[in-house]
């Protein structure tokens, strides 16, 4: 019977030794492969939860509206084909950063769906750009966009106080990178910064 006891008591310990090994390598410690030299932007440090998921809705929120847009107002297949997939990434990010605003530690308010003044000026803009600058202003404008929330994922997937927040940071950043690769490679050289 002692012996019984021991086993299972050795046998929890090292399942509970797996479970925490595995919760830990799941875990983004470093994520992506881009610097702050690739993306032309350095991550933001020190975001609380609420400013972390506020910045995030923000990018996803322009990133789906501009791109539902473009597929509209394309000229070109190969824009409208990476505006579908920023759009169905970008609905897949935001889902997953409101399922994690709240857990049995704490709850973080929804972030607003208005978009910032800043990102409504650019949307507007893109609105009324003539159909034969639109491609080259949208996928400029996502750039922009994801630089900005690159910086804003690296920094709260380094430093980030919250665990589910952090997790989605560490997740979200190679998206967006690959998301920055394949929308600098639709656009003409000269208006490419990578």
């Known amino acids: ?36 030299m690739n993306v032309g932007a350095a991550p933001i440090h020190g975001l609380d939860g609420p400013a972390f ?7 996803n929120g322009f990133q ?14 190969d824009v409208k084909d990476y505006a579908r997939r920023i759009i169905s990434e970008s ?5 997953t950063l409101m399922a994690s605003l709240s857990n049995d530690q704490r709850k973080i308010a929804r972030p607003s769906t208005r978009l910032s003044a800043e990102r ?3 949307l507007k803009m893109l609105r009324s750009t003539p159909r034969g600058s639109f491609d080259n202003l949208y996928l400029t404008q ?17 430093d980030g106080a919250d665990q589910s927040l952090k ?28």
């Open 142 to 158: 996502s750039a922009q966009v994801q630089q900005g929330n690159w910086a804003t994922y690296k920094g709260y997937a380094e």
């Open 64 to 77: 789906i509206a501009a791109s539902r847009l473009s597929l509209t107002r394309s000229q070109r297949s």
């Open 167 to 194: 997790q989605v940071a560490g997740n979200g950043v190679p998206i967006i990178e690959q998301q920055l690769q394949q929308g600098s490679a639709l656009l003409p050289s000269s208006l490419s910064a990578n």
């Open 91 to 95: 609905q897949t990010s935001q889902q």
């Open 1 to 36: 019977m002692k012996h019984n006891v021991f086993a299972v008591l050795v046998g929890t310990a090292a399942l509970g030794a797996a479970t925490i090994a595995a919760a830990q390598s799941t875990t983004p410690a470093t994520t992506g492969s881009y610097s702050s």
């Open 120 to 122: 409504a000026s650019m």
């Open 53 to 59: 998921s506020a910045a995030a809705s923000d990018a």
